[in-house]
């Protein structure tokens, strides 16, 4: 089954979808989306695409690297991506917020790979009406 995909006669809701957002995915070590993660956006454009009054927040963590700054630097760089093919898909981009947090919200500790692996997320969160441009 395709994330995202919609059962039949049920096409999924911005709703339906964001707490899917550990499909979100990134070659190692970089803001490049990862093919797998491809599907579940097109999935999210168009349910934003049909919820023209939904925006939402793009949060982006890392795990700690030993090098805060870079961390942070690469998050950003992941809500953006994730923010660019929303408004390749037809997104408005004043409905989106890219949002970078670095290593600085973990929700598990950074010594183990799962730990890790569960610290390097994108959360999308519902966000009051749309972003100034900036």
Do not use: W, Y
């Not at 890392?62 to 950003?76: N, V």
């Not at 600085?104 to 692996?117: F, H, L, V």
């Amino acid at each position: 089954m395709v994330v995202g995909a919609a059962t039949p006669g049920h096409l999924p809701t911005v709703s339906d979808l964001l707490d899917r957002a550990r499909e979100i995915r990134f070659e190692s070590g970089t803001s490049n989306l990862a093919e797998s993660a491809l599907p579940f956006l097109d999935a999210l454009a168009a349910a934003l695409s049909r919820e023209s009054n939904v925006s939402l927040e793009i949060v982006s963590h890392t795990p700690a690297s030993g090098d805060a700054k870079r961390d942070l630097i690469l998050s950003r760089g992941r809500a953006e991506a994730v923010k660019l093919r929303l408004v390749g898909q037809g997104v408005a981009s004043d409905r989106l917020l890219a949002v970078g947090r670095g290593s600085e919200d973990p929700i598990a500790p950074n010594i183990t790979r799962t730990g890790r692996a569960r610290n390097d997320r994108v959360e999308l969160h519902r966000s009051r009406g749309r972003q100034e441009p900036g």
